[in-house]
C-alpha cells in the first residue's frame, strides 16, 4: 500500500524511539517506480549562513534544482591530488510519491562551488546504502546495495565524472548498512578494501558480516564473521597495515573496537585479533526525530598524519545516553592500538539534555585536526528543526572547539519519499585546512505539495570559517596498480569545468539562479528485466 507523503508531513517528527539491534528496518524494494508527471524547475539553492555557504548538488543538466524528486543519506569523496574534484553519491527518488530509490551521484570540478548531476548509476535499478571512497592516487570507488541484500562496486578515475561497474549486479555480496575502507599503506595491503555490513544480509548465514577485495574491488573473497556481530559503525587502517572495525553488538548494545592484523596479507584469511569493549556513553538509537532511521552511527577513524598522534584510533557517534530521550554527539580515542580507550567526552556545548545532537560523523585531516558535524536542534523552539553544527579539535580530541552553526534551519520532517527518514547518515572528508561535507536539508520549497523537498548538499567548513574553498593538492604516495576487470562501463558525457565566481553571503537561504550551460547527457542505461517486488 502507497502511503501519502502529504499524510507523513504532517505526523509528528518525534516518533518512538527504537532499538536498531532489535528493529530491523531493511533496505528493500518496497515501492515500484513512480512516474514522473512534470519536471518542473526551480533556481538551485545556495544557502549562506554567515560565511558558510551551501551549494545544492542534485540538480538538473542546465544547473537548476529539480521541484517534486528527493534526495538523502549521502557520502562525499575527494581527490586528495586536486580539491577541487569531489565526487558525492546520494539515495536519488525521482517522484517524491514513491520510496522506489537509485543511485544518485554528482561531481564538481570547482571545490565544491557548482555541481553537475549526470543521472543514476543504473537507471531503474533499486539501489541504496551510497558509500564513496578514493585512494591515494585519486581514483573514486562507489558502492552500492541493492534491494537484494547484495551489492556493487563502481570505479572512476575521472573525479566522479563517470563509473565503471566492477562486478555482475550483486556480485560483490555485502548486506544491509554496509561500509568499507581502503589500505593507502606502503605495506603488503596497499591497496585493498575491506567491507563490513550488519546482520542482514545476501549471504544465506546471517553471521558472516566482513569480506575484502585484494583487486581494488573487483572480486571479494568469502564473507566471515565479526566478533559480537558488531555492526552500524565503519572501518578504518592504520599506517602498519591493521585494520579496525567500530560498531555495536547485534545483540548487547555494546560498542567495540576490533582489529585484524592479518587482513593484509593475501594468502591468509582475516581473523581477529583484538576485540575492545568502548564506553560512548550511551547507546545507539533509531526514530524520535528520524522516524524510520537512525540517529546516527558509530564512525571510527584512524590518525595517519606521522604526528605525535599518529595512529590514534578515534570514535565518534550520536548516542542515546542513559535515562534520555534525545542524543548527545560523543567522543573518545585510543593511544595504544586499540587496546584502551579514553572516557567518553560530549562534543555539543549547548549542555542542554532535551535537544537532538544527530547524525555526528567526523573525519582526521592529514595534520592530525579532528573535524565534526552533525545536525543540531538546539535553537528550535519546536525541538525538530535542525541546522548543521561544526567543532574541531587540535589536541587529538582532549579539547573541542565552541560549537559553531554552519547552516541555515532546515525542517528534516519534510519531503519524505514514503520512507519517514532523511537517511541515516552525512560524511565529512578533511584535508590540511578544513573538512568537505555532504548532508541532506530541506531548504527548496515545493508549493505544488506546500512542502519543502529533501535535498543534497555541500558545504566547506574550517577552523578560520568558510565561503569557497581553495584547498592545496597533497603529494601523493605511489598509486595503487589500477585493477582491470570485465566489468562493463556506464558511460557519462565528459564534463567541461565552469569557472566559479568567488560566493558571497547574504544573511538568508537564497535560491541563486546559474547560468544555463550546455545540457550534458546521461548514462546509457543497459538493458535489465524489471525487478520484481521483494517481500
Known amino acids: ?70 534526495a538523502n543519506e549521502c557520502s562525499i569523496s575527494v581527490d586528495p591530488t586536486n580539491g577541487n574534484k569531489m565526487a558525492i553519491g546520494w539515495r ?34 533499486f539501489r541504496s546504502d551510497p558509500v564513496l571512497h578514493s585512494d591515494e592516487a585519486g581514483t573514486f570507488f562507489y558502492l552500492s546495495l541493492l534491494g537484494s541484500l547484495c551489492e556493487n562496486m563502481y570505479r572512476s578515475t575521472n573525479g566522479g565524472q563517470s563509473w565503471t561497474e566492477l562486478q555482475p549486479d550483486g556480485d560483490a555480496g555485502g548486506g544491509d548498512k554496509q561500509w568499507f575502507t581502503i589500505d593507502k599503506t606502503n605495506g603488503p595491503g596497499h591497496g585493498f578494501q575491506y567491507q563490513a555490513w550488519d546482520t542482514s544480509t545476501c549471504s544465506t548465514s546471517g553471521t558472516a558480516q566482513f569480506s575484502r577485495s585484494t583487486d581494488g574491488g573487483i572480486t571479494w573473497g568469502t564473507p566471515i564473521g565479526v566478533p559480537n556481530q558488531a555492526e552500524f559503525g565503519t572501518l578504518d587502517v592504520d599506517t602498519n597495515g591493521n585494520l579496525f572495525i567500530g560498531g555495536t553488538g547485534d545483540s548487547n548494545n555494546v560498542f567495540y573496537c576490533i582489529r585484524s592484523s592479518n ?147 532546515f525542517t528534516p520532517s519534510e519531503g519524505y519519499p514514503n520512507q519517514s527518514k532523511i537517511g541515516d547518515y552525512i560524511t565529512i572528508v578533511s584535508d590540511a585546512t578544513g573538512g568537505n561535507v555532504a548532508y541532506a536539508a530541506t531548504f527548496n520549497f515545493n508549493p505544488n505539495r506546500s512542502q519543502h523537498e529533501e535535498d543534497i548538499y555541500y558545504v566547506r567548513v574550517s577552523p578560520s570559517g568558510g565561503g569557497t ?46 547560468p544555463t550551460p550546455t545540457p550534458r547527457g546521461g548514462p546509457t542505461p543497459r538493458p535489465r528485466p524489471t525487478p520484481r517486488p521483494r517481500p
Not at 554527539?329 to 549547548?350: E, Q
Request: net charge negative; charged share 10%.
Open 263 to 409: 587482513a593484509q596479507i593475501g594468502n591468509q584469511t582475516p581473523t581477529f585479533d583484538q576485540v575492545t569493549p568502548v564506553n560512548m556513553g550511551g547507546v545507539l538509537s533509531g526514530g524520535g526525530i528520524n522516524p524510520a532511521g537512525l540517529d546516527g552511527q558509530l564512525f571510527l577513524a584512524v590518525d595517519r598524519s606521522g604526528t605525535a598522534t599518529n595512529n590514534n584510533i578515534y570514535m565518534l557517534a550520536s548516542v542515546l545516553p542513559s535515562g534520555r530521550s534525545t542524543t548527545d554527539v560523543m567522543f573518545v580515542r585510543s593511544t595504544d592500538g586499540g587496546l584502551t580507550f579514553s572516557a567518553p567526552h560530549r562534543i555539543n556545548d549547548d549542555g542542554l539534555t532535551n535537544k537532538w545532537h544527530w547524525f555526528g560523523t567526523f573525519a582526521v585531516a592529514p595534520t592530525g585536526r579532528l573535524d565534526a558535524v552533525w545536525y543540531d536542534s538546539r535553537n528550535a523552539a519546536n525541538n525538530t528543526d535542525s541546522q548543521l553544527f561544526y567543532s574541531w579539535s587540535t589536541d587529538a580530541g582532549v579539547t573541542w572547539s565552541s560549537n559553531v552553526a554552519v547552516s541555515n534551519a
Open 1 to 70: 500500500m502507497m502511503v501519502s507523503v502529504a499524510t507523513l508531513a504532517t505526523a509528528s517528527a518525534q516518533g518512538p524511539l527504537w532499538n536498531p539491534n532489535t528493529t530491523r528496518l531493511v533496505e528493500k524494494y518496497d515501492n515500484p517506480p513512480a512516474l514522473i508527471y512534470r519536471l518542473d524547475t526551480s533556481p538551485r539553492m545556495v544557502s549562506p549562513h554567515g560565511v558558510f555557504i551551501s551549494y545544492q548538488v542534485n540538480v538538473d543538466a542546465n544547473g537548476n534544482n529539480i521541484v517534486g524528486d528527493a
Open 469 to 514: 574553498p581553495t584547498p592545496t593538492p597533497t603529494a601523493s604516495p605511489t598509486p595503487s596498480a589500477t585493477a582491470t576487470g570485465t566489468a562493463t562501463a556506464t558511460p557519462t558525457a565528459t564534463a567541461t569545468a565552469t569557472p566559479s565566481a568567488t560566493a558571497t553571503s547574504t544573511p538568508t537561504a537564497t535560491a541563486t539562479p546559474r
Open 92 to 125: 536519488q527518488f525521482n517522484n517524491v510519491t514513491s520510496n522506489f530509490r537509485q543511485g544518485g551521484w554528482g561531481y564538481t570540478t570547482d571545490g565544491g562551488v557548482h555541481w553537475t548531476f549526470p543521472g543514476v548509476l543504473e537507471p531503474g535499478i
